[in-house]
Antibody, heavy 122, light 112 residues
Framework: QVQLVQSGAEVKKPGASVKVSCKAS????????ISWVRQAPGQGLEWMGW????????NYAQKLQGRLTMTTDTSTSTAYMELRSLRSDDTAVYYC???????????????WGQGTLVTVSS | EIVMTQTPLSLSVTPGQPASISCKSS???????????LYWYLQKPGQPPQLLIY???NRFSGVPDRFSGSGSETDFTLKISRVEAEDIGVYYC?????????FGQGTKVEIK
């Protein structure tokens, strides 16, 4: 069965960086993309960006450009999301999701990871 | 970016009764490829979102047939024919015709 297993919760200070991993199983990793979506406490869903596991193409949300990097390691079927220069309003649960967009852009998300809480606090 | 507006924002339903959620987009979600890029997700308490409906009206694998989606262009509806206790949570519509994909504010469904 399709599974996306994310790394554990993180606590970071303002200005630091965080890197969250998302290990995929149960499907051919490089036949899909991976999107990252975050959810601030008590708030709605915000798409952050997409990466093709086939060719490494990315789309990032404009507001996060310059602070966000998404990568994949096809040898381990793992996707990574790194967010730098963290601020308190980056505190959120971060989800990876399998994206049906494979080559050029995001499409839609059919399976989700369990989420990773990132807390940014001094 | 495209704004997605859901109504109502909360809904209290008696088990066995129907429920309906509206989602309106600020631009048409109908693409020249013939697809309409509108999706519905349910986030149950303490869980990640799960896909219910893709491209307006297609139920995702394993989704009960009491869930149905309809609509076109800018106006969309998710209907639950007979609400069950396991249907509680927050429902989100999402568009992906234009970057960035955007979600509605969410509709919280609870059981009376």
């Amino acid at each position: 069965q399709v599974q996306l297993v994310q790394s554990g919760a993180e606590v970071k200070k303002p200005g630091a960086s965080v890197k969250v991993s998302c290990k995929a199983s149960g499907f051919t990793f490089n036949s899909y993309g991976i999107s990252w979506v975050r959810q601030a406490p008590g708030q709605g869903l915000e798409w952050m960006g997409w990466i093709s596991a086939y060719n490494g193409n990315t789309n990032y949300a404009q507001k996060l450009q310059g602070r966000l990097t998404m990568t994949t390691d096809t040898s381990t079927s793992t996707a990574y999301m790194e967010l730098r220069s963290l601020r308190s309003d980056d505190t959120a649960v971060y989800y990876c999701a399998r994206d049906r967009g494979t080559l050029v852009r995001t499409y839609y998300f059919d399976y989700w990871g369990q989420g990773t809480l990132v807390t940014v606090s001094s | 970016e495209i704004v997605m507006t859901q109504t109502p924002l909360s809904l209290s339903v008696t088990p066995g009764q129907p429920a309906s959620i509206s989602c309106k987009s600020s631009q048409s979600l109908l693409h020249s490829d013939g697809k309409t890029y509108l999706y519905w997700y349910l986030q149950k308490p303490g869980q990640p979102p799960q896909l219910l409906i893709y491209e307006v009206s297609n139920r995702f694998s394993g989704v009960p047939d009491r869930f149905s989606g309809s609509g076109s262009e800018t106006d969309f509806t998710l209907k639950i024919s007979r609400v069950e206790a396991e249907d509680i949570g927050v429902y989100y519509c999402m568009q992906s015709i234009q970057l960035p994909p955007t979600f509605g504010q969410g509709t919280k469904v609870e059981i009376k």
